[in-house]
């Protein structure tokens, strides 16, 4: 599975962005599908992921200010997130995993600064 991810890019503090995630294959495909993060230094760590079936879970830190969906026919999903914080910022990276395993796309970075 080849995924394109897009939509990264510098906002200030409390700010929106939405991150666009375009898998090769029909996501109904796919079990999950989602994002994971990673800040200089730190490891990655789960931002979002939806199942096929449409269940949603979130990492503690973005719960309630991010927003994960998905356009079936566009085969992509998409990462809503509002309220930014400086410490949001990192490297984001889709995931999407079926049942030949996971996949990843590049990295799309996020810059949350005044």
């Known amino acids: 599975v080849q995924l394109q991810a897009s939509g990264g890019g510098l906002v200030q503090p409390g700010g929106s962005l939405r991150l666009s995630c375009t898998a090769s294959v029909s996501i109904f495909s796919l079990t999950i599908i989602g994002w994971y993060r990673q800040a200089p230094g730190k490891k990655r760590e789960l931002v979002a992921g939806i199942t096929s079936g449409g269940s949603r879970n979130y990492g503690d830190s973005v719960k309630g200010r991010f927003t994960i969906s998905r356009d079936n026919a566009k085969n992509t999903a998409y990462l809503q997130m509002d309220s930014l914080k400086p410490e949001d910022t990192a490297v984001y990276y889709c995931?999407?995993?079926?049942?030949?395993?996971?996949?990843w796309g590049q990295g799309t970075l996020v810059t949350v600064s005044s």
């Open positions: 995931n999407a995993v079926n049942l030949m395993g996971d996949s």
